[in-house]
C-alpha cells in the first residue's frame, strides 16, 4: 500500500495568537514562516517551508488539534489513497487550489479520521528558501524524510481507528504499550509510515484531540537546555525527563499555551527491516516523574 510518506505538518486552533507565537519561536525554537489574513500564522523546523499551522480558534475548535497533514508518495498515491478512503465510506473533498497554495504544497484532500479530527493528504511541498537554522536550538530537529515528529491522537474508538490508520492510510504497528498508572488503565498503539518508530499513537479516554506532540532533536545538549529554557520562561513542566520502553526517547514534557503538551526528546529508535511489534508493560524505563514528586520527596526528607 504505502501512499503515506509521512506526517508532514499539524494545525492548532488557538485562544492566544501571540502567546503562541512567542512560545513557539522562543521556547521551541521554531522560525516563523508565513502569516495569513485570519491572524494565524506557519512555522518550520526544518527545509520544509511550513510544518505547523496556527489559526484563531472558533466554536468548533479552541485550543486543540485543527487538522492532520498527511505527504503522499506522488499523484498515483494521493488517488490510490483517496479510492481507499471513498471504499471505506469516508468522504473525500478536494481542495482548491488556493487552499493548497496557503499549506504550501501542490494539491490536496481533506476528510476526517474516525475520532473526527479533519485529515489533509497532500503532494508537492514547498521547500524553505533558506536552510533551517536557530541559534537555540544549534543540532536542529530530526524531521526530512521522518516527517514532522509525532502525535498522541485521541481514539474514541480503538479499533475503528486502528483500521483506518493501518487498513485504509497504510500506516504500520509499532508496538504498544498496556497498563496501569494509578486507577488510570493505559492502552496505547504506535504507529509508523518510515522510519520513524510512530508518527502517530492512539489513546482512548483523551479529554482534547490531541494530548501531546513531539519535536525531536538531534543533540542531547538541546533537549537539556530547552528545559532550561522552558523553567526560565516560567513553562509548566509536566513530566520531567526519562525515557520511554519502546522507542527509547530521552524526553520530558511540558505545558503549551493551549494546555495539551510538547515532548522533546532525542535518540528515538528507527524502523529497521523486519520490525516485530511488542507490548510493553510499563510507561516509562525511568525518569518521566511529575515535578510534584520531588517537592514530595524533599519534604517527607524535611520532616524525618
Not at 44 to 51: I, L, P, T
Not at 181 to 189: F, S
Amino acid at each position: 500500500m504505502g501512499a503515506i510518506k509521512q506526517l508532514g505538518y499539524l494545525g492548532f486552533a488557538v485562544s492566544d495568537l501571540p502567546r503562541w507565537e512567542a512560545y513557539a519561536t522562543t521556547v521551541l525554537g521554531l522560525e516563523l514562516s508565513r502569516r495569513f489574513p485570519d491572524g494565524g500564522f506557519s512555522l518550520r523546523h526544518d527545509d520544509q517551508e511550513q510544518r505547523l499551522f496556527i489559526r484563531p480558534g472558533d466554536a468548533e475548535t479552541q485550543d486543540d488539534l485543527d487538522v492532520l497533514g498527511f505527504e503522499a508518495e506522488d499523484d498515483e498515491a494521493l488517488a490510490s489513497a483517496a479510492a481507499r478512503l471513498t471504499a471505506a465510506g469516508v468522504a473525500v473533498e478536494p481542495a482548491r487550489d488556493a487552499e493548497a497554495q496557503a499549506r504550501g504544497v501542490q494539491r490536496l484532500l481533506r476528510f476526517r479520521e474516525p475520532g473526527g479530527t479533519a485529515c489533509e493528504l497532500y503532494v508537492g511541498p514547498a521547500a524553505a528558501a533558506t536552510p533551517f537554522a536557530r541559534e537555540v536550538v544549534r543540532g536542529g530537529f530530526v524531521a526530512g524524510a521522518q516527517g514532522f515528529g509525532h502525535l498522541a491522537l485521541r481514539a474514541n474508538d480503538m479499533q475503528a481507528s486502528e483500521r483506518f490508520f493501518c487498513d485504509v492510510l497504510g500506516a504500520k504497528l509499532s508496538d504498544r504499550i498496556i497498563t496501569r498508572i494509578g486507577e488510570l488503565d493505559i492502552r496505547i498503539t504506535f504507529l509508523h509510515f518510515n522510519a520513524r518508530h510512530h508518527s502517530v499513537a492512539l489513546g482512548a479516554g483523551l479529554p482534547k484531540h490531541l494530548h501531546h506532540f513531539m519535536l525531536q532533536l538531534n543533540d542531547l545538549r538541546d533537549v537539556g537546555i530547552a528545559l532550561d529554557r522552558m523553567v526560565d520562561h516560567g513553562v509548566r513542566i509536566v513530566q520531567t525527563l526519562g525515557q520511554h520502553p519502546n522507542d527509547k526517547m530521552i524526553s520530558f514534557y511540558s505545558e503549551t499555551p493551549s494546555g495539551f503538551e510538547v515532548e522533546l526528546g532525542w535518540g528515538g529508535r528507527t524502523i529497521t527491516e523486519g520490525w516485530q511489534p511488542e507490548t510493553h508493560g510499563i510507561w516509562t524505563e525511568w525518569g518521566h516523574r511529575p515535578p510534584s514528586m520531588f517537592a514530595r520527596s524533599g519534604r517527607a526528607r524535611e520532616a524525618r
